[in-house]
Nanobody, 122 residues
Framework: QVQLVESGGGLVQAGGSLRLSCAASGRTFSVYAMGWFRQAPGKEREFVATISWGGDNIYYADSVKGRFTISRDNAENTVYLQMNSLKPEDTAVYYC???????????????WGQGTQVTVSS
């Protein structure tokens, strides 16, 4: 089992930045690929970014490419999502997730955090 706890969400103006963190505990964090997903009210959960266990494979959704950066610190059992140039359409609950392999579909991930709210005002 892997337990995931997100933090760092909040309210920010359009154009601002936030850094989300996801702390993992339980099984060895470093063997898991980590992903960030988000879900806005009335919408499906959507892929944001994913990073392999070694950090050498990284993928982003087109909607965040060039603005968001995913990274991980295996010594600290933490994955990060640096979000810059935020837009109102980035408003959502952001979830981190863990799985053995990188993937862009929520159904591929076995472990999930509780989510953290990000609200971007215009």
């Amino acid at each position: 089992q892997v337990q995931l706890v997100e933090s760092g969400g909040g309210l920010v103006q359009a154009g601002g930045s936030l850094r989300l963190s996801c702390a993992a505990s339980g099984r060895t964090f470093s063997v898991y690929a980590m992903g960030w997903f988000r879900q806005a009210p009335g919408k499906e959960r959507e892929f944001v970014a994913t990073i392999s266990w070694g950090g050498d494979n990284i993928y982003y959704a087109d909607s965040v490419k060039g603005r968001f950066t995913i990274s991980r610190d295996n010594a600290e059992n933490t994955v990060y999502l640096q979000m810059n140039s935020l837009k109102p359409e980035d408003t959502a609950v952001y979830y981190c997730a863990a799985d053995r392999l990188v993937g862009t579909s929520a159904s591929e991930y076995d472990y999930w955090g509780q989510g953290t709210q990000v609200t971007v005002s215009s």
